[in-house]
């Protein structure tokens, strides 16, 4: 994290991104932008739906050009530490966690209609290994708009992110009960860190042991964020 780095401007954001792997490209530029934000971003990582490990990003670099203050507005910026976050669960979640996929459902959530797409998307397993430590690699619904679906009593609904899953062999309520517990271990200080953005600031996320996501807003702002993600091997369009 580099807090307020007064003399960045766009160009210099990318030629240091860019020393840190090979951008993944958005269309015919390397930067996504965000202007608005109007709800929480549930924990996650980047790259989640990818079915090739190598688009998977390595790092992920980020640019407050300007910014509301989360202090006043909401919004803080959350980044965990998913070895610890792993280590912190109890042996039994660990046992689950270990031999069951998250399932996702109506994936991407800006394709489809609010609580009313069910179709499957795609598992992922819900525990990695990142240099032989293993570590969390899923999801986290917030809690805060998440309830078993009306129509699928197997499924959790996220408000949040206007989609749906579920934990391998069990039904809404028990992955409800789980994903509950996950996020009151995670949310500890020393794993999961609050930073609430000024303008100018750089952050540069490992996205192969960090989640990330953003806490709840009081409205909707107007903010400008840039986001370059890196993969460790250049992108081809043909693998």
């Known amino acids: 994290m580099l807090r307020n780095a007064s003399e960045v401007d766009i160009s210099k954001f990318e030629s240091l991104s860019y020393r840190f792997g090979f951008p993944l490209p958005y269309g015919d530029t ?24 190598r688009k998977v990003p ?3 670099t980020f640019y407050v050009e300007d910014c509301p203050d989360p202090k006043e507005q909401g919004g803080a910026f959350l980044i965990t530490n998913c070895i ?7 042996s039994n979640i660990k046992d689950i966690l270990r031999v069951t996929k998250q399932h996702f459902y109506g994936y991407p959530y800006k394709l489809k209609y609010k609580k009313e797409i069910l179709e499957w998307s795609f598992a992922i ?6 240099n032989g430590k293993e570590l969390l690699r899923m999801h986290i619904p917030s809690g805060r708009s998440t309830v ?16 749906c899953f579920r934990l391998e062999g069990l039904n ?5 009960e789980i994903y509950d517990l996950i996020r009151k271990k995670i949310m500890e200080k020393r794993i999961t860190k609050r930073i609430m953005f000024e303008k100018g600031d750089l952050l540069i996320v490992d996205n192969k042991k960090a989640f990330h996501g953003r806490e709840f807003v009081k ?8 986001r370059i993600q890196l993969l460790e091997e250049k992108f081809l369009n043909d693998n």
Request: charged share 20%.
């Open 30 to 53: 390397n930067i996504k932008t965000f202007t608005t934000i109007h709800n929480e971003n549930e924990l996650h990582y980047d790259g989640i739906s990818s079915d090739n490990p």
């Open 125 to 130: 397993p819900t525990v990695g290994i990142f």
């Open 219 to 226: 409205r909707p702002q107007s903010r400008l964020l840039h």
């Open 148 to 163: 078993i679906h009306s129509k699928n009593k197997d499924l959790v609904y996220s408000g949040a992110h206007d989609l």
């Open 172 to 176: 809404g309520q028990e992955s409800i």
């Open 84 to 90: 610890a976050g792993f280590d912190v669960l109890p």
């Open 58 to 60: 390595r790092i992920i």
